[in-house]
């Protein structure tokens, strides 16, 4: 354990705290912190093996093309996600609505893969064994809807790769099995949290169906 933390290994622990210090005490949600899970996320993505490249790479468009915009000139804009709903609502929906490169439509994408996550650990969590079964059904539950066939059919067929449940707890770094269930237990409300909290600014705003 000390070694693989030397040679620079994460736990998964560390990347699901990153969405604990996500909501402020007047319930925003930080975007700092929301990025740096999603990017431990996909380092977690990466390590599974080639055959979810295809997901990790745009996943990393969309992370990086977030990071631009609060690294850049308005960055104090995007220091929470209702910070920069505000901002880019400014210009009026249709503006919105017409860009490709907003933070909006980039989070929103990230948002309804949150949701995935959710569901994927609470089965992961609940012991099915099978984790493409209850990957897929995650998915189906919830990205699915917003993809064309071709998408689900990669990301099905993917999943079948996914390493078994017990494979899966150990290479979460979290410790022993147990501790890992328990770990997933504590994380899973906060990851809720940041989803129902986005889900009811951008359903607020209209934005639940950004192009
Ligand atoms: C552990 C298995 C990981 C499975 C990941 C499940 C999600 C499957 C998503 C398949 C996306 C395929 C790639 C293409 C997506 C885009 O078309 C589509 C639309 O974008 P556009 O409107 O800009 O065109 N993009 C998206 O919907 C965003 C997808 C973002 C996926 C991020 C997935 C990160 C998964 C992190 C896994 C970590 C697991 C940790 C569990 C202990």
Not at 84 to 95: I, Q, S, Y
Not at 137 to 151: F, G
Not at 166 to 174: P, Q, R, S, T, Y
Request: proline fraction near 3%; hydrophobic fraction near 45%.
């Amino acid at each position: 354990m000390a070694a693989a933390a030397a040679a620079g290994a994460f736990s998964l622990r560390e990347v699901l705290e990153a969405f604990q210090r996500c909501v402020t005490e007047q319930r925003e949600v930080l975007l700092e912190p929301y990025l740096s899970g999603w990017r431990g996320l996909i380092r977690f993505l990466q390590s599974l093996g080639t055959v979810f490249s295809f997901i990790s790479k745009d996943a990393v468009a969309k992370v990086s093309l977030l990071e631009g915009h609060c690294g850049g000139r308005q960055g104090q804009q995007y220091v929470s996600l209702q910070s920069m709903v505000r901002h880019e609502l400014a210009a009026g929906p249709a503006a919105l609505r017409a860009r490709s490169d907003s933070g909006c439509r980039t989070v929103l994408r990230l948002h309804r893969a949150l949701r995935w996550l959710q569901l994927f650990l609470e089965g992961l969590r609940s012991g099915d064994s099978r984790t493409s079964v209850v990957c897929t059904d995650a998915y189906n539950a919830s990205l699915a809807a917003y993809h064309p066939w071709v998408v689900r059919k990669a990301a099905t067929v993917a999943f079948c790769a996914l390493p078994s449940r017990d494979a899966f707890l150990e290479i979460m770094n979290v410790g022993p099995r147990e501790e890992a269930v328990a770990m997933l237990g504590e994380a899973i409300p906060y990851i809720g949290d940041v989803y129902s909290i986005t889900q009811e600014l951008f359903a607020q705003h209209k934005l639940l169906d950004l192009p």
